[in-house]
T-cell receptor, first 112, second 115 residues
Framework: AQSVTQLDSHVSVSEGTPVLLRCNYS??????LFWYVQHPNKGLQLLLK??????LVKGINGFEAEFKKSETSFHLTKPSAHMSDAAEYFC??????????FGTGTRLLVSP | GAVVSQHPSRVICKSGTSVKIECRSL??????MFWYRQFPKQSLMLMAT?????????EQGVEKDKFLINHASLTLSTLTVTSAHPEDSSFYIC???????????FGPGTRLTVL
């Protein structure tokens, strides 16, 4: 079965410093992978998705992720954190049949 | 992106009562909608897949008689929690799949509290 593991439940950064949110996947074939962000009282928003085109995927708000098959990873990065980036981030895999399987989430805290 | 709404955003009910949650796709048609459940500080768990005009497909361990799903139109799916109990208290989130974009768009969620 396909699954994703988010290695950190919380990540704290200072505003203006880089962000790294880690995600490893388990799949018997090349999966579709996504990163979603959840702000309080708002719906989940798609940041970016990988669907076997380019391994480096650029998303919204300056986020990007790199698909590394050799490491089974799909880490999310941003060069410079902004206060508004503070939220819950989910790494998600599509195992087929239109379903999405969510990781446990990483809460990003951004301090001034 | 496309917009999905949920109503109500928050509901408190007594144990034993039933609660209906609506999920609407506002500017696109969704033949498939999904219902998720999220416990505090936990991830989203898929409960069921709702297909317009046909029966919902439930994930393993989800009681279909407890969580009734109706997808009567291309823009509306409802989830009814029947005979709710305190353990049903959770955050319920729906999503709708836009076939043109092959993407799921999520609603803002409904927080259910059963006393």
């Amino acid at each position: 079965a396909q699954s994703v593991t988010q290695l950190d439940s919380h990540v704290s950064v200072s505003e203006g410093t880089p962000v790294l949110l880690r995600c490893n996947y388990s799949s018997s074939y090349s999966p579709s992978l996504f990163w979603y962000v959840q702000h309080p009282n708002k719906g989940l928003q798609l940041l970016l998705k990988y669907t076997s085109a380019a391994t480096l995927v650029k998303g919204i708000n300056g986020f990007e992720a790199e698909f590394k098959k050799s490491e089974t990873s799909f880490h999310l990065t941003k060069p410079s954190a902004h206060m508004s980036d503070a939220a819950e981030y989910f790494c998600v895999v599509n195992p087929g049949f239109q379903k999405l399987v969510f990781g446990t989430g990483t809460r990003l805290l951004v301090s001034p | 992106g496309a917009v999905v709404s949920q109503h109500p955003s928050r509901v408190i009910c007594k144990s034993g009562t039933s609660v209906k949650i609506e999920c609407r796709s506002l500017d696109f048609q969704a033949t498939t909608m999904f219902w998720y459940r999220q416990f505090p500080k936990q991830s989203l768990m898929l409960m069921a897949t709702s297909n317009e005009g046909s029966k919902a497909t439930y994930e393993q361990g989800v009681e279909k008689d407890k969580f009734l799903i109706n997808h009567a139109s291309l823009t509306l799916s409802t989830l009814t929690v029947t005979s709710a109990h305190p353990e049903d208290s959770s955050f319920y989130i729906c999503s709708a799949r836009d076939q043109d974009w092959d993407e799921q768009f999520f609603g803002p969620g409904t927080r259910l509290t059963v006393l």
